[in-house]
């Protein structure tokens, strides 16, 4: 019983290594009860603007380390003013940018390797512009630390699902310099476990709790026997 309940742990376990990231703790990070667009409440790791380009070891939404570290490649801070102070803003109204023709990039390492969802914000006025993540061009995210009353994509917040970490447990996010462009920033990042389908994720559960069964009697009959 105790290898079943333990097969059944570790089945239930890839949905706990969510991480999120607020960039520019000028106005947060926020508290977390604020569940972003994702819609998943935890805690939000704060990049300071005194240690913007880290590298920051990242806790989990559960608030435990999780392995992960954040790198940062940034020329400056972005800040809006003259927003509406909300739960929400503490998010939006700032992050990490570029001046004006300049790129910047940054990594998650650590992860294990898998997919993921990855849902991201404009730092203040200014967008996610051009942004790669993993390689995939990823739709931009406006800049707008105003709150509407709810999230809306391609309004404050882009997303993009299933992005593949392979075995170097790199989750890569590039904005390229290009001339013309506006400065461009992010103000956070959620980044969660892919969740599989329902009936996916029972059906690996159950296949695992089966092995562990066929595994156990398998042992109790091919036992040596003791008798004199």
Request: aromatic residues 12%; hydrophobic residues 40%.
């Amino acid at each position: 019983m105790a290898k079943l309940i333990a097969g059944f742990l570790v089945c239930v376990s890839v949905l706990q290594a969510d991480l999120f990231i607020d960039f520019s703790t000028e106005y947060g990070p926020p508290a977390s009860t604020m569940g972003g667009a994702a819609g998943v409440q935890g805690f939000w790791n704060g990049i300071s603007i005194s240690n913007f380009n880290g590298p920051v070891s990242l806790l989990d939404t559960d608030g435990n380390p999780s392995g992960a570290v954040y790198t940062g490649d940034f020329a400056t801070v972005t800040k809006a003013f003259g927003f509406t102070p909300t739960p929400e803003t503490t998010l939006l109204g700032d992050g990490h940018g570029a001046t004006y023709n300049s790129d910047w990039s940054f990594t998650i390492s650590g992860l294990a390797p898998g997919a993921y969802d990855v849902f991201y914000y404009g730092g203040g006025y200014d967008a996610t512009g051009n942004m790669s993540i993993n390689g995939i061009n990823a739709p931009n995210a406006p800049g707008n630390p105003n709150w509407p009353g709810s999230w809306i994509s391609g309004v404050n917040y882009n997303s993009l699902f299933g992005v593949t970490v392979d075995g170097s447990g790199i989750l890569s996010f590039v904005h390229p310099a290009f001339t013309p462009q506006n400065p461009s920033g992010i103000g956070g990042i959620q980044v969660l476990e892919a969740v599989p389908e329902p009936s996916t994720l029972l059906t690996g559960c159950l296949s695992m709790v089966l092995f562990l069964l066929w595994r156990g009697s398998r042992s109790q009959v091919e036992a040596p026997s003791h008798a004199c």
